[in-house]
């Protein structure tokens, strides 16, 4: 925050944002908050992307445009692959007691 000085032998400043003239003390101090509020924003969009991760239809902060479902798809695929190869297992091990069981058969 920037302040105007409009008359400095009798101290009168302004300040553009307000438009209000006031005598400038010697005793305060005022600071800019503006990079104080940019790195707010940032860490906002950081929370907010961390939130959205949760999410596997919405994007993150720094992937490419056009892979909002990524991680859904992601996760399809993932899924199907270990149920097909839990299901073949499955299926092995019933194949294998099957064929145990027909060939015990005769002997008990």
Same mark, same amino acid.
């Given at each position: ?38 790195r707010?924003?940032? *860490? ?7 939130v ?7 994007? *993150?902060?720094?992937s ?19 149920? $097909? ?7 092995? *091990? ?12 005769? $002997?008990?």
């Amino acid at each position: 925050m920037s302040m105007i000085r409009i008359a400095p032998e009798l101290n009168l400043v302004m300040d553009p944002e307000t438009g209000t003239i006031t005598q400038e003390r010697k005793d305060s101090i005022q600071y800019s908050m503006e990079p104080v509020f940019e790195r707010v924003d940032k *860490l906002d969009a950081i929370a907010d992307d961390l939130v959205n991760s949760l999410s596997p239809s919405n994007p *993150l902060l720094n992937s490419w445009p056009g892979r909002e479902n990524t991680s859904y798809m992601a996760g399809f695929y993932g899924n199907t692959f270990y149920g $097909v190869i839990i299901g073949l297992a499955f299926s092995g *091990l019933l194949a294998l007691v099957i064929y145990i069981a027909s060939l015990m058969r005769g $002997v008990v």
